[in-house]
């Protein structure tokens, strides 16, 4: 049984995880694809580290912390990106970055 | 947006990758973890291809059938070893494994 | 100790996750970013796929035949992609994926 | 094109996660798998990290330094698990954990 905190972290890292993806697919079939290629970018980034960290928490690995640090980072700069752009699916992005950063944070402590 | 089928899957397949994780951590701290072996073995390969699927599926993979399709084999093959074990771990794994593989063979189609 | 057929095929993979994942960075750097989706998005497919099939054949995963096959589909469709790009990169890439897609072939059998 | 000493730390990554991986797979097939359960658990990690640090160099990330200190923090609790045990599957395992972790350190400065 995980802890309340860490399956609660482990959602929004699924959650962020799934909103990156999403946000990626769209990004590419935008018409204006160069304006998007940073963000293109660090959702890539971003989902990837959120699958390795939720991952990394169910297998109750000894590097949690570490992992999670690394996370808010990712989410951190990721969500920054997503905010500069008015799609929809780059807002929905960019709050599921803010609040896994946040959750990551504080489980982190 | 994806359809409903698509997220109940990647749903299934990260609840698998959780539960299949779960139950790693708990057969590598039993007393007999030699009789655990292919089980410890079975989660990992079963939580990666999960992980794996679910990522393919909220990018939009075009591979998304074939990914799943292996999703299938190996969840089925994780729960049937689970199935062996009475260990609540190993019930909970094995009865999430077989709930993803039944829901990804339906996505296939 | 691997068998001499099995290490060609993990140094293939990880040879054309490399590929890919240069000529990802580069395709997001072209000024034409738009004539490149199909090849980012292949590219990340296909360099996650090979580090996918890379990690488990090194840990022996019975499922390998399955997952070359899969890998065998992914290169294929990524290297025809990269064919029709001049970029170095994507020349590059293409042949990376043929050698790895013919490699993954012969392992399988 | 990538610079030397990026290319280095890829190949060190990827050696060391296919002497984990191995090492992995033979500690699950010991008589006292008990004995190895530590070092079947930091194997997996330590595989795991080296394949994500392997593919966010080679598609120039710029989170290369966080995620390769994260590298080092593994390979070095892996590589002296593994120095623990004689197994010549733990010494070697332990050797490229050793190399790994020493250049990802050089390559953060």
């Not at 769209?26 to 018409?31: H, N, P, R």
């Not at 580290?49 to 989410?75: L, Y």
Request: aromatic letters at 2%; a negative charge; charged letters at 25%.
């Amino acid at each position: 049984m995980l802890q309340e905190n860490d399956q609660k972290c482990i959602d929004e890292c699924l959650k962020c995880m799934q909103a990156c993806n999403l946000c990626y697919d769209a990004c590419l079939k935008e018409d204006n694809v160069k304006m998007m290629a940073s963000c293109i970018r660090l959702n890539r980034e971003c989902a990837d580290i959120c699958s390795f960290a939720a991952e990394a928490m169910s297998r109750n690995s000894e590097f949690v912390k570490h992992i999670c640090g690394m996370c808010v980072e990712i989410c951190q700069t990721c969500g920054a990106e997503c905010d500069k752009h008015k799609a929809t699916h780059c807002q929905e992005c960019a709050e599921a970055c803010h609040e896994c950063a946040e959750t990551c944070q504080k489980m982190i402590g």
